[in-house]
C-alpha cells in the first residue's frame, strides 16, 4: 500500500517564476492539505481539498492556489515566487471530516528560491 | 483558536537516559493531540495520537505522551533512550471540524553515546 507520494523531490527556482507541486494520497484518504516548513520551523498549514474544493485555507496570499483532482490526487501552484516561499512542502493525506483523524505526510518538496 | 508551544528547541541526553519533550497547547475546543516525528530529510512519522479515550498513550518505538487537560499538556516520553531516537520532534493539536493541525516548532533530540 503506498504512502503519501509527493513529486518532484527537490526543486530551484527564480524569482518571479511559477510552481506546480504535486501530490498524491495515501489509498483510501479523499481529503489532502499542504503545509509549508520553513527552516528550523514546525509546518505552516497552507490549505486543505476535500471533494475538489478548497475547505480551509491558512494565513497565506492568493499566489498559494491548489487544485484537487477526481482520483483525489491534488497540487499545489505558487505565483510569483519570493525568496521566502523557500521551504519544504509537505502534502498530508487523510479520510474526510473529522479532527482526531490521523493526518499521513509524504516526504515533501524542497523548494529553493534564488 | 489553537497553538502549541514546545519547550526548548534543543533536548541532548545519554543514551539509556530518560527522554522528556515538552508541549503544551492552547485550545477553545476539545483537543486532540498528536506527536510526530521527523527524520532529516524525510516526511512527518505519527508516534502517537490522544482523541479524547484514555488519558496515557502509548506510542511506537517505546513512546508515551499523558494528556493532563488541567496543565494543557501533553509531554512525549521515553524511559530509555536510543541512539535511533534522534530527530526532529513536533507537537501537534487538531480541534476543528477540519482537521486543520498546528504545529509547535519542533524540538530537536540528540542522543550521546
Known amino acids: 500500500d503506498a504512502g503519501v507520494t509527493q513529486s518532484p523531490t527537490h526543486l530551484i527556482k527564480t524569482r518571479g517564476q511559477q510552481v506546480t507541486l504535486r501530490c498524491s494520497p495515501k489509498?483510501?484518504?479523499?481529503?489532502v492539505s499542504w503545509y509549508q516548513q520553513a527552516l528550523g520551523q514546525g509546518p505552516q498549514f497552507i490549505f486543505q481539498?476535500?471533494?475538489?474544493?478548497?475547505?480551509q485555507r491558512g494565513n497565506f496570499p492568493d499566489r498559494f492556489s491548489g487544485h484537487q483532482f477526481p482520483n483525489y490526487s491534488s497540487e499545489l501552484n505558487v505565483n510569483a515566487l519570493l525568496l521566502g516561499d523557500s521551504a519544504l512542502y509537505l502534502c498530508?493525506?487523510?479520510?474526510?471530516?473529522?479532527?482526531?483523524?490521523?493526518?499521513?505526510f509524504g516526504a515533501g518538496t524542497r523548494l529553493s528560491v534564488l | 483558536a489553537q497553538s502549541v508551544t514546545q519547550l526548548g528547541s534543543h533536548v541532548s541526553v545519554s543514551e539509556g537516559a530518560l527522554v522528556l519533550l515538552r508541549c503544551n497547547y492552547s485550545?477553545?475546543?476539545?483537543?486532540?493531540l498528536f506527536w510526530y516525528v521527523q527524520y532529516p530529510n524525510q516526511g512527518l512519522q505519527l508516534l502517537l495520537k490522544y482523541t479524547s479515550a484514555a488519558t496515557l498513550v502509548k506510542g511506537i518505538n517505546g513512546f508515551e505522551a499523558e494528556f493532563k487537560k488541567s496543565e494543557t499538556s501533553f509531554h512525549l516520553t521515553k524511559p530509555s533512550a536510543h541512539m535511533s531516537d534522534a530527530a526532529e520532534y513536533f507537537c501537534?493539536?487538531?480541534?476543528?471540524?477540519?482537521?486543520?493541525?498546528?504545529f509547535g516548532s519542533g524540538t530537536k533530540l540528540n542522543v550521546k553515546p
Open positions: 481539498y476535500y471533494e475538489e474544493e478548497e475547505r
Open positions: 501537534a493539536v487538531s480541534g476543528d471540524n477540519f482537521n486543520k493541525f498546528y
Open positions: 489509498s483510501g484518504h479523499d481529503t
Open positions: 485550545s477553545s475546543v476539545p483537543p486532540y
Open positions: 498530508a493525506s487523510s479520510l474526510a471530516a473529522g479532527a482526531k483523524n490521523i493526518q499521513y
